[in-house]
């Protein structure tokens, strides 16, 4: 049977916000997805899975694609950590006929909107505040004050971008952000 070729979803977050909550749940419940797995210099959380969240790479294996071209875009930021999509991972799902999630940060995101243009939908998923996305980082118990800090003041940098999104979802209430998220994916997946 043949098929059309998929497109790009891109869900951009300052860190905390709650793209991961609400992607996971996009997996289950829309099949057509498919979620791009990227490749980090990262050390794994507890619980991430090599291959499934990331692919856990060394600095020297993560240069070694950057010199093959494998990455469709790829940034470095939090301490050093290096992050790319690989571009091999999007566009075998794309072939398949599956829309393709990508989880990335402001950068990145606007880079792949460029590649990908009205093949691509891109949402910015905002917290209520940012002393909320500090307690909802700090309840996650998952960085060290030092990240913590980090990711905050880059969460204050890309909160500046949001208007270089097709959509913005806030995320006060988490039913609803899920909805309005859904909604926007239906109507893209529909469109095509
Ligand atoms: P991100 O992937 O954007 O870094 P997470 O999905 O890990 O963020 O969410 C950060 C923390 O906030 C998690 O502990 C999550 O359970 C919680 N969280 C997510 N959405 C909400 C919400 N709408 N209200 C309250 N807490 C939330
Ligand atoms: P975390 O360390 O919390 O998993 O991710 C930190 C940030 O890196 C998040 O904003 C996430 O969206 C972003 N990120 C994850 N993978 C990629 C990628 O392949 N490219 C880019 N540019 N950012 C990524």
Request: glycine fraction near 6%; proline fraction near 3%; hydrophobic fraction near 35%.
């Amino acid at each position: 049977m043949s098929h059309r070729r998929g497109k790009v979803i891109i869900i951009v977050a300052p860190s905390g916000a709650g793209k991961s909550t609400l992607v996971k749940r996009l997996m289950d419940e829309l099949s057509i997805l498919r979620f791009s797995v990227s490749a980090t210099t990262r050390q794994p959380r507890p619980g991430e899975i090599h291959g499934k969240e990331y692919y856990f790479l060394t600095l020297t294996d993560f240069n070694k694609k950057i010199e093959e071209g494998d990455f469709l875009e790829w940034e470095e930021f939090y301490g050093g950590k290096r992050y790319g999509t690989l571009r091999s991972d999007v566009e075998n799902q794309l072939d398949k006929g599956y829309f393709c999630v990508l989880d990335i940060e402001v950068k990145g995101a606007l880079n792949v909107k460029t590649i990908f243009k009205e093949d691509a939908v891109s949402i910015f998923i905002k917290p209520p505040s940012l002393e909320i996305l500090r307690q909802r980082l700090e309840n996650r118990g998952t960085e060290s004050p030092e990240s913590l800090k980090e990711r905050l003041e880059r969460a204050e940098m890309e909160l500046q971008y949001e208007s270089s999104f097709d959509f913005c979802v806030v995320n006060d209430d988490l039913e609803t952000a899920y909805t309005q998220v859904k909604q926007i994916l239906e109507t893209f997946i529909n469109a095509n």
